[in-house]
């Protein structure tokens, strides 16, 4: 069974201020792990890619990765209002390109 | 940047009808999906398929379903006989690009089916 866990919230962060998603897996051949962003009747949008151990940065937002623990994060710096939206982890095993995702957290950036 | 487009954007039919939703990948794309996610409710993965056959599906993805590509295109979701749990709105994806793995998924806009 491929579990992949989020707190489902609801997180709420002022704006601007650091808003930090976490995401934890289970199958520890899961080779790739991304962040989609979903507004409500939406379809999930890519943020975020990451492959290996670390921090990666995209502009307002960085993926740390560190797969001895199966930890994925968030972090949303200078959190805006058009912020506010589900946010979705996923992990990809790369036997058959499969993906999996968790429950959502759903994040609110308080004006 | 390429898209993939699903069709149509929302379908109503009646309890016991056969509907079918309609998706175009991303043209290099190899791999391809169906999600579906209850109104509030996470994003519940239905099926995969490659090399023009299903690579795994899940428990939802039961008799009454199936899916096809008919041509170099498209990519089918058919339920037969369609219950009023089916309504839901209805995620093609394809990832793949050249038949790499570990490439993101990419949504389509989705099809909302309302069974009544």
């Known amino acids: 069974q491929k579990e992949v866990e989020q707190n489902s919230g609801p997180l709420s962060v002022p704006e601007g201020a650091i808003a930090s998603l976490n995401c934890t897996y289970s199958d520890r051949v899961s080779q790739s792990f991304f962040w989609y962003r979903q507004y409500s009747g939406k379809s999930p949008e890519l943020i975020m890619s990451i492959y290996s151990n670390g921090d990666k940065e995209d502009g307002r937002f960085t993926a740390q990765l560190n797969k001895a623990s199966q930890y994925v994060s968030l972090l949303i710096r200078d959190s805006q209002p058009s912020d506010s939206a589900t946010y979705l982890c996923?992990?990809?095993?790369?036997?058959?390109?499969?993906?999996?995702f968790g429950t959502g957290t759903s994040l609110t950036v308080i004006p | 940047e390429p898209e993939v487009t699903q069709t149509p954007s929302h379908q109503v039919t009646q309890m016991g009808q056969e509907v079918i939703l309609r998706c175009v990948p991303i043209?290099?794309?190899?791999?391809f999906y169906w999600y579906r996610q209850i109104l509030g409710q996470k994003v519940e993965f239905l099926v995969s398929f490659y090399n023009n056959e299903i690579s795994e599906k899940s428990e939802i993805f039961d008799d009454q379903f199936s899916v096809e590509r008919p041509d170099g295109s498209n990519f089918t979701l058919k339920i037969r006989s369609t219950k009023l749990e089916d309504s839901a709105m209805y995620f093609c994806?394809?990832?793949?690009?050249?038949?790499?793995?570990?490439?993101?998924?990419?949504f389509g806009n989705g099809t909302r089916l309302t069974v009544t």
């Open positions: 996923a992990v990809n095993i790369e036997t058959g390109n499969q993906f999996y």
């Open positions: 994806a394809s990832s793949g690009r050249g038949g790499a793995v570990n490439s993101p998924l990419h």
């Open positions: 043209s290099n794309h190899l791999y």
